[in-house]
């Protein structure tokens, strides 16, 4: 053998999948889907549209989740909740600041974010 890990053998897999419990599953995959809404709203990598979905998927698996993880992920849920929001509003405003570099606001008789 190579210095590299062995690849499980199907009997193995088989294995490993029928010790696993669908419950650490749904905790492991909100765990992933919080992790990448919260990478989505990131200025750099901003998606909104991927953040939404994170966040909606997220959401529903909620009730699923086991009594004792509920509380902490609901909590990840507000936060990316409000995460979402405060993503909107900064891709909202640098718009408009665009539009009025621009001069779209001028030419639509809005007045420059810079005279209000």
């Known amino acids: 053998m190579s210095g590299s890990a062995a690849e499980p ?5 088989v294995e490993e999948l029928r010790k696993a419990k669908v419950a650490d599953l749904l905790v492991h995959t909100c765990s992933l889907l919080a992790s990448l809404a919260f990478g989505k709203l990131a ?8 953040a939404r979905l994170a966040i909606d998927a997220l959401k529903a698996l909620l009730p699923l989740v086991p009594d004792e993880r509920r ?3 609901q909590q990840v849920v507000t936060n990316l909740q409000l995460a979402y929001v405060d993503a909107t ?3 909202d405003g640098q718009f408009i600041d665009k ?3 621009l001069g779209f606001l001028q ?3 809005v007045p420059s974010s810079s005279t209000i």
């Open 71 to 73: 509380p902490d992920l």
């Open 43 to 50: 200025p750099d990598l901003r998606d909104l549209d991927d």
């Open 107 to 109: 030419k639509l008789g």
């Open 9 to 13: 053998s199907d009997a193995e897999l």
């Open 89 to 91: 509003k900064a891709y």
């Open 99 to 101: 539009l009025d570099q």
